[in-house]
């Protein structure tokens, strides 16, 4: 889920995430992303290692806090919402032309389709987990597999879901930033402009999901699975990207408060305020969101998105504005050893599935039955492995491939 170094065309996002550090133009440096994504990533495992154990609803005390751990998509899409907008909006800002779309578009598949088709192959031919018709072949190969009910969940690699919505918000991207280049005319009304952008595709989120739920439509959760769906968590990410690019315009300095010390702590007591609420004070099921949308009401629905999105929020803002080379909680992400996690938290998120698969055969547990600590150790170890070899074997030779030019006439 890394690469060395992220280009200013958008050579870094969420779930497909760049690496160590990421550089933007004017030098800018994100050096806590690293460590957000193994946060991302780790949460997913542990959630659905729980959810598979059934410690989730065995455990009043612990249960409903490990049943939101997959709060870790939330801060993905927020991931990629910023760090792939902001090469276009600081471009919009400086009143040049936009990355380049062809080595954008590329940069993206090598980070997401190589490292994916191998573990979607050796799921399936070599491990023997899951078997696909030739439908379902080309619909998980392609990424389209939130378009078919059958195939959303259950499949080879059934976390893959949000990856096919990260997909359309690659294609979405450009798209977007064209038009904000088109109503951001006067530099004066620059910021408001793409704020005013963000908040509009937040609220196509909120519309697209409350006319799902007031339409009655069969078949909700495939259809809330789509871009739309989840435009609040990007919109989120979009609007701290171009706030973090206007405030890093010559001549222009970040607020006074935004270096204070006490600044990650507030932002981080209010991120975990957040999904305390989500956890304990709405009423949600047990168990992953992908897994328990079919007993949400819309109400309860939308608490848990707001919420999901807010933590992720408030969760990434040390990482963005202030002094990054200070504070004990910028110190904590950028950790060796979470920096590494963070470099093979692709890898992670990919098998950490099948390596609950393999455990569950090796031990014969029983789901919802299962000893949890074991569970974990064994998910944990097994998916690092995995997600190592994936890293160093795969994602990073076809890194090394984004500058080249991959044919000649």
């Not at 991207?173 to 530099?187: E, G, H, K, N, Q």
């Not at 706030?243 to 007591?269: D, I, K, N």
Request: glycine content about 10%; some cysteine; hydrophobic content about 50%.
């Amino acid at each position: 889920m890394s690469e060395a170094t992220a280009q200013t065309d958008g050579g870094a996002s969420g779930i497909a995430g760049p690496g160590t550090t990421v550089e933007h133009e004017r030098g800018t440096r994100f050096p806590c992303f690293d460590g957000f994504r193994a946060i991302a990533a780790l949460g997913v495992l542990v959630n659905h290692t729980a959810f598979f154990s059934g410690k989730t609803v065995r455990s009043d005390t612990f249960g409903p806090f490990l049943s939101r751990l997959d709060i870790g998509v939330a801060i993905f899409f927020l991931i990629s919402g910023f760090l792939l907008y902001r090469p276009f909006v600081t471009r919009i800002f400086a009143g040049a032309s936009a990355p380049a779309i062809g080595p954008y578009l590329k940069r993206r598949a090598l980070r997401i389709l190589p490292a994916y088709w191998v573990c979607l192959t050796v799921v399936i031919f070599v491990l023997g987990q899951h078997d696909v018709d030739v439908k379902g072949f080309f619909l998980h190969y392609g990424l389209l597999q939130i378009y078919s009910h059958d195939h959303i969940i259950g499949g080879p690699v059934q976390q893959a879901w949000t990856l096919s919505v990260e997909v359309t918000f690659y294609l979405f991207l450009p798209v977007f930033a064209w038009v904000m280049t088109r109503f951001t005319r006067d530099a004066r009304n620059a910021l408001r402009v793409q704020l005013i952008g963000a908040g509009a595709l937040y609220a196509i989120s909120c519309l697209y999901r409350g006319l799902l739920y007031l339409s009655d439509v069969q078949d909700t959760g495939r259809y809330r699975t789509w871009l739309p769906g989840y435009f609040d968590y990007f919109a989120l990410g979009i609007a701290l990207a171009a706030l973090s690019a206007w405030l890093a315009q010559p001549g222009r300095r970040e607020w006074r408060f935004l270096s204070s010390r006490w600044f990650p702590w507030v932002s981080w007591l209010l991120a975990f305020a957040m999904f305390w609420i989500v956890s304990k004070a709405i009423g949600l099921p047990r168990g992953p969101t992908e897994t328990v949308e079919r007993d949400l009401t819309g109400p309860k629905e939308f608490g848990l998105q707001l919420f999901y999105g807010l933590g992720s929020f408030f969760l990434l803002l040390p990482g963005i504005f202030g002094p990054q080379g200070k504070g004990l909680i910028r110190k904590l992400l950028t950790n060796p050893a979470i920096v590494w996690l963070g470099l093979v938290s692709y890898g992670i998120y990919l098998w950490h599935e099948s390596a609950i698969e393999l455990y569950a055969d090796w031990t014969d547990s029983v789901q919802f039955a299962a000893n949890f600590s074991g569970a974990l150790v064994v998910v944990l170890v097994l998916s690092l492995v995995a997600a190592a070899v994936s890293y160093y074997v795969v994602e990073r030779p076809a890194l090394a491939l984004k500058d080249r030019t991959l044919w000649r006439r």
